[in-house]
């Protein structure tokens, strides 16, 4: 099993990290799924200041124990189009519109609201079912 988590504004928060953590020790497949540029994409672009940012998110994703390979930049596109045909149980976002896309798409990926006060839980059934 499969899930997704964004970087900014979701897995920056460290109750989330938790809960990453916690999944990842349950041997659930954990993925950061995020508009954020790579560094290949950044420094092509001359944007530099990005690759500072970009090694928060690995060392998080580090101390969550989350595979490198399992982060995905979108380089600004919509997460949906990663997510498609991937098979991930859900996608845990701040982004309003990123979860509307995915709830308008016919994949089978749960969007999940993270602002929600009870987005663990919402998770936890999610996981369960």
Same mark, same amino acid.
Request: proline share 1%; net charge negative; with cysteine.
């Given at each position: 099993?499969?899930?997704?988590?964004?970087? @900014?504004?979701?897995?920056?928060?460290?109750?989330?990290?938790? %809960?990453?953590?916690?999944?990842?020790?349950?041997?659930?497949d954990?993925?950061?799924?995020?508009?954020? %540029?790579? @560094?290949?994409?950044? !420094?092509?672009?001359?944007?530099?200041?990005?690759l500072d940012?970009?090694?928060?998110?690995?060392?998080?994703?580090?101390?969550?124990?989350?595979?490198? +390979?399992?982060?995905?930049?979108? +380089?600004?596109? =919509?997460?949906?189009?990663?997510?498609?045909? !991937?098979?991930?149980?859900?996608?845990?976002?701040? =982004?309003?519109?990123?979860?509307?896309?995915?709830?308008?798409? @016919?994949? !089978?990926?749960?969007?999940?609201?993270?602002?929600?006060?009870?987005?663990?839980?919402?998770?936890?059934?999610?996981?369960?079912?």
């Amino acid at each position: 099993m499969q899930v997704s988590f964004d970087f @900014d504004g979701t897995l920056s928060r460290k109750n989330v990290q938790e %809960y990453a953590k916690e999944l990842v020790n349950r041997g659930i497949d954990v993925h950061i799924v995020t508009s954020r %540029y790579s @560094d290949e994409a950044a !420094k092509e672009a001359g944007w530099r200041w990005i690759l500072d940012q970009n090694k928060n998110l690995f060392n998080v994703a580090e101390d969550c124990g989350i595979d490198k +390979n399992n982060i995905t930049f979108t +380089n600004g596109r =919509d997460k949906i189009e990663y997510l498609k045909g !991937k098979d991930f149980k859900f996608h845990l976002d701040d =982004d309003e519109i990123e979860l509307m896309l995915i709830f308008e798409s @016919d994949e !089978k990926c749960i969007p999940l609201n993270v602002g929600h006060s009870d987005w663990r839980e919402h998770c936890e059934t999610v996981i369960e079912s």
